[in-house]
């Protein structure tokens, strides 16, 4: 690291008094938008806020959840939930672990879904998880938790990169959907892929699914989701879509880094589910 | 049992396991000739830490498990666990423990979680019987019963062929795991292999013949023994009792059935792996309760569409509160039983890629 030249020290030092005596002067100063304080104080919170929201507004808010489990079992499949379900208008749902080697997991743009999602992702540390949602107004919702792990999850091998015919069932996708109650649809899905980090021990270069797009009668946008390596191999989702009740099947679309296309249609029935 | 990620041996654990030996004075080991990777590792940090720390106590505190025999019949005693996940309070000794008087020498069954507590269990077993080990019995792989392995000959120590091909398997990620979450109790651990395979069949130790059954369902390989002089049966981790069962290698339906054949077996006194030993069938009864009562409700929660998360959090019959760990172990069992209700339960939809 190189020393900043003299004279821009003294110049820095001189504006941050001439900033503290203005601070001193008239705070609170409400026009000045203020970085929140990170209620999981971690240490990469304000270059990952940097990185992730620029310079938009930020609030930490209750209304985005974010659950996990109470311990880990796994640390290749950590199941997480992502719950915005409580803010009005939300563009985009993200989630990302401050400690993890590649931080960001996911993207959602709940377009004609709720701005929830639940998956399973990779670990390599205990780290804070957190899941941020845009609304209209252009502001991040902040929420997360703290994660306690083993290490591990992002460097180790696929369990796929065991088997001789992994390549035999890449793309291979299961999937149920429940019409709820509320006149919503979940969606579950699973599909096969060894989501290689790129960081495994066996040098396999990165291999993942980088998008997936949910979509309903005649084309019709329902979510797009963008994944990233540490979402876990053979990536199992459930989502909560808003869909009418003539929609006969939801198309699903993944697209890895390799060009692997894998098209699949999952039924939507006209089944009551019991879900709350 | 309490441990962590049984299938899945991350190899970045084994550098922060690396960091424990850091702390290691060797002053503590002397008389182990064999200079195995960590006492290596140990002696080169504590050079290092001579050199730059000198003031640091690496003899502070030494951590001691105060075992607490209870008498169950006549030259048989049991070390009860604790009810409770492995910790670095309890030093992972969570699981019981029996102890044999027998006219060939003291029979052990399980050597509990770590190096140090073997070596406490041995000085037990010679101070209770006035004998030497005769024979050291595993009931199976998982950590909180092998660890002690170290204070016993490999020759004496008796199991399954499925659990010393198990501890081949797993045994690493088993440490491992140990080491994170029962830290500086498990100093100077290392997994030793049982040297001998048995079957189902019977041993003479001169007054007591006991009797190994070879059974599965909590792992891919339980040893239940029967003591003919006593009527002692012990169940391994096949029977629970108040203490939430584990199921990270559990196959529930063979479970089901071992339970169902333990519970034929006529005996005076049942003792499972955690918790209280009693006559009767309470444990095998309770067990099975747990295993009914848990894929049950996963199950639903699979067939109602729910995530991982949301089964996570779903209730719990009335009964399970006075079992220990009930929410802890229902939360893993979700785990564990999830992914393959996904993998046979969620029709196949993919489309004929163009």
């Excluded at chain 1, 509320?182 to 790129?198: F, I, N």
């Excluded at chain 2, 006035?130 to 000959?153: C, E, M, S, W």
């Excluded at chain 2, 189902?200 to 070879?214: A, H, K, P, Q, Y």
């Excluded at chain 2, 719990?316 to 564990?336: D, G, M, N």
Aim: proline fraction near 7%; charged fraction near 25%.
């Amino acid at each position: 690291m190189q020393r900043p030249p003299h004279f821009l020290i003294k110049h820095i030092s001189r504006l941050s008094l001439f900033a503290l005596v203005t601070m001193m002067a008239c705070a609170p100063s409400p026009s000045q938008a203020e970085m929140p304080k990170d209620p999981l104080d971690s240490t990469m919170w304000e270059d990952l806020s940097k990185r992730f929201f620029g310079t938009a507004p930020i609030v930490f808010d209750d209304k985005v959840r974010v659950v996990v489990p109470s311990l880990v079992e796994n640390q290749a499949q950590v199941p997480v939930t992502a719950d915005a379900r409580a803010l009005r208008d939300v563009k985009k749902l993200i989630v990302f672990a401050d400690l993890n080697p590649i931080t960001h997991v996911l993207t959602l743009s709940p377009r004609k879904a709720k701005p929830y999602i639940s998956f399973r992702m990779k670990v390599e540390q205990a780290t804070p998880v957190r899941a941020a949602a845009l609304t209209g107004d252009g502001v991040w919702h902040v929420g997360g938790v703290f994660l306690d792990a083993a290490g591990g999850g992002c460097s180790a091998p696929a369990m796929a990169r065991k088997m001789a015919d992994w390549s035999e069932t890449v793309g291979q996708t299961q999937a149920k959907l429940w019409r709820e109650l509320d006149g919503s649809a979940r969606v579950r899905l699973k599909v096969r892929h060894p989501m290689d980090t790129g960081l495994a021990t066996d040098n396999t270069p990165a291999y993942f699914i980088e998008t997936l797009k949910v979509r309903g009668s005649e084309g019709k946008a329902l979510a797009d989701i963008e994944m990233f390596e540490p979402v876990s191999e053979d990536p199992t989702l459930t989502l909560m879509l808003r869909l009418p009740a003539s929609t006969i099947n939801v198309e699903l679309e993944a697209r890895d880094n390799n060009g692997g296309l894998f098209q699949s249609s999952v039924p939507a029935p006209w089944r009551q589910s019991q879900a709350q | 049992m309490g441990f962590f990620s049984p299938l899945f041996q991350p190899p970045g654990a084994k550098a922060k396991r690396n960091r424990f030996i850091e702390l290691v004075t060797t002053k503590n080991d002397p008389g182990h000739a064999a200079l195995t990777r960590r006492k290596a590792l140990a002696l080169m940090s504590t050079t290092a830490a001579a050199a730059f720390v000198p003031a640091f106590d690496l003899d502070a505190a030494p951590l001691q498990y105060t075992l607490k025999p209870q008498r169950l019949t006549d030259g048989i005693w049991m070390i009860p666990g604790a009810q409770e996940a492995i910790s670095q309070g309890n030093g992972g000794a969570i699981a019981n423990v029996i102890i044999f008087d027998t006219s060939a020498g003291a029979v052990i069954v399980d050597t509990g979680p770590s190096r140090r507590y073997g070596e406490a269990l041995a000085k037990l077993a010679r101070d209770l019987t006035g004998k030497n080990i005769a024979r050291v019995y595993l009931t199976h792989f998982h950590p909180d019963h092998v660890f002690g392995n170290q204070a016993f000959g490999a020759d004496q120590i008796a199991a399954p062929k499925g659990v010393i091909d198990g501890l081949k398997v797993m045994g690493e990620g088993f440490a491992d795991a140990m080491y994170r979450t029962a830290g500086d109790w498990m100093r100077g651990t290392e997994l030793v292999l049982p040297g001998k395979a048995i079957e189902t069949g019977v041993e003479d130790f001169g007054n007591r013949r006991i009797r190994s059954l070879t059974m599965r369902g909590h792992t891919s390989s339980d040893l239940v023994l029967f003591d003919e002089l006593s009527g002692v049966l012990i169940g391994g981790d096949l029977a629970f009792l108040d203490r939430a069962p584990t199921t990270p290698n559990a196959d529930i339906e063979r479970w089901r059935i071992s339970l169902a054949n333990l519970g034929g077996i006529p005996h005076r006194l049942l003792v499972p792996g955690h918790g209280p030993a009693e006559d009767g069938t309470r444990a095998i009864q309770q067990t099975r309760d747990w295993l009914v009562a848990i894929n049950e409700i996963i199950s639903k929660a699979f067939e109602r569409g729910l995530s991982m998360n949301e089964a996570m959090a779903e209730p719990l019959p009335k009964w399970t509160e006075k079992i220990a760990l009930a929410r802890y172990e229902y939360e893993r069992s979700v785990t564990h039983l999830f992914p393959k209700l996904e993998a046979d339960g969620l029709p196949r939809v993919d489309v004929e890629t163009p």
